[in-house]
């Protein structure tokens, strides 16, 4: 029950920052001007009645509805993300960030290495909180034959389209985890339906590694590499 615990407050322990903060307290602010005196009268008027009436119900409900589905930020809350944005990961990991004209070629070309690679973008929310828990499970299960990498789909759109992920800022397909043997793709989170539609996947470090069966991969990668290392002394 402790380790649950403790896995699930890692999970939530990214949400705890002055971005997410703010954000709360921003909505929390507008409830409390609108209905408590004298406030309201203040902020909005002496002739306005201090309660929230049905029509600004609807409209918060809509707005809900659409930046849960859009995942998209009101635009009255980017002064706030200007100013406290969103952290990235700065932990530990082992992860590759590819920098080179042709990233998916270099793939290619290392038909000995297993790869997991997350196709990313800077500005996507899910793809932030990704990162720590990408990077924990680089740290823990990184071989020289065995690596993980990150590609940037802003810089690297046409590799994102060869591989049919899309890039719009509505585009639910980010991020995307893709395995790589013998320098093909073998599995591929979220995945895509047959009409292009992408599943919805809960990305934590459990259904990582239990998805993409990396314990086996791991264990496969060790023999491979115990191997390699016999026949060299060998000859």
């Keep these: 029950m402790a380790i649950s615990w403790k896995s699930t407050f890692n999970e939530y322990d990214c949400l705890f920052t002055p971005y997410h903060f703010l954000n709360v307290l921003l909505c929390i602010c507008f409830y409390v001007t609108k209905t408590v005196e004298p406030l309201c009268h203040f902020l909005y008027g002496s002739d306005t009645?201090?309660?929230?009436?049905?029509?600004?119900?609807?409209?918060?409900?809509?707005?809900?509805i659409m930046i849960f589905v859009k995942n998209k930020r009101a635009t009255a809350a980017i002064t706030?993300?200007?100013f406290f944005p969103q952290p990235a990961y700065t932990g530990l990991e082992s992860v590759i960030y590819f920098r080179g004209n042709?990233?998916?070629?270099?793939?290619?070309?290392?038909k000995d290495v297993v790869w997991?690679?997350?196709?990313?973008?800077?500005?996507?929310?899910?793809?932030?909180?990704?990162?720590p828990v990408f990077a924990k499970i680089s740290v823990k299960y990184?071989?020289?034959?065995?690596?993980?990498?990150?590609?940037?789909?802003?810089?690297?759109?046409?590799?994102?389209?060869?591989?049919?992920i899309s890039t719009?800022?509505?585009?639910?397909?980010?991020?995307?985890?893709?395995?790589?043997?013998?320098?093909?793709?073998?599995?591929?989170?979220?995945?895509?339906?047959?009409?292009?539609?992408?599943?919805?996947?809960?990305?934590?470090?459990?259904?990582?590694?239990?998805?993409?069966?990396?314990n086996n991969i791991l264990l496969d990668?060790?023999?491979?590499?115990?191997?390699?290392?016999?026949?060299?002394?060998?000859?």
């Design 102 to 110: 042709s990233p998916l070629d270099e793939i290619a070309k290392n």
């Design 116 to 131: 997991l690679i997350e196709f990313y973008a800077n500005w996507s929310a899910p793809c932030h909180y990704l990162a």
């Design 168 to 214: 719009k800022v509505t585009s639910s397909a980010l991020p995307t985890l893709i395995l790589f043997r013998d320098g093909k793709e073998v599995k591929r989170i979220p995945k895509v339906t047959s009409n292009g539609r992408t599943t919805r996947y809960h990305f934590t470090e459990e259904n990582i590694i239990r998805d993409f069966d990396l």
């Design 80 to 82: 706030v993300s200007v």
């Design 142 to 164: 990184s071989l020289p034959n065995f690596k993980f990498g990150k590609i940037d789909v802003g810089r690297y759109s046409d590799e994102a389209n060869k591989l049919n």
């Design 221 to 235: 990668c060790k023999r491979q590499s115990k191997t390699s290392s016999g026949h060299i002394k060998s000859d």
């Design 49 to 64: 009645k201090c309660f929230i009436n049905e029509r600004e119900y609807q409209i918060m409900l809509l707005m809900g």
